[in-house]
């Protein structure tokens, strides 16, 4: 009966609709947690970059310079996030060029005088790699894929039982059609 349709049809719209607030609560919390980590990482680069005044003469300009590559590595590894293979190599290039700040900072460590800077800048890269690392799991993170999938379906199935159930459409039915369309592939 038309009744039944009608409430499948409501039903259908309801979980869709269930599932975009699902989808869009994800993403805000994603945004917002990508922003907070942005906010840490520059504070925990900044923190590095204030430490390097407290390194020896001789390793000092060594440090900066490392630094200044693995920021690019970092910048690059962001901005080339859609192309897998330089992604890769960004991320490999800041991996390896953290670990010759690691070992500059522990060769610091064993300079007479300079023990408790080193030990400090040691807690400064620490806090910077971490920061990265959770920055990068969240870049990786994204809206699980069952959810896409359902959104997908409920969408197909809405449109089938919507199209299979109205054999005589006015304008009106097809303004909202045509917006439930263009919605659900924008969404999709």
Do not use: H
Request: contains cysteine; glycine residues 8%.
């Amino acid at each position: 009966s038309r009744g039944g349709v009608n409430s499948l049809l409501g039903a259908l719209f309801g979980l869709w609709g269930f599932l975009l607030a699902f989808t869009f609560s994800n993403v805000s919390t994603r945004f917002e947690n990508v922003r907070a980590m942005m906010v840490d990482e520059s504070s925990m680069i900044r923190t590095v970059i204030l430490r390097t005044e407290t390194l020896p003469d001789s390793m000092r300009d060594s440090f900066r310079g490392d630094l200044k590559k693995y920021l690019q590595a970092r910048i690059d590894y962001y901005e080339d996030a859609k192309d897998l293979e330089k992604f890769n190599k960004a991320k490999q290039d800041a991996e390896e060029i953290g670990k010759r700040l690691w070992m500059q900072t522990i060769n610091a460590s064993s300079v007479p005088g300079f023990g408790l800077s080193a030990n400090n800048m040691l807690a400064a890269l620490v806090a910077m790699y971490d920061v990265g690392a959770k920055r990068d799991a969240t870049l990786l993170a994204g809206i699980p894929t069952p959810i896409s999938m359902m959104l997908f379906f409920i969408a197909l199935v809405i449109s089938f039982v919507g199209g299979f159930t109205s054999p005589d459409l006015k304008i009106k039915e097809w303004v909202v059609i045509v917006g439930f369309i263009l919605l659900a592939c924008l969404i999709i």
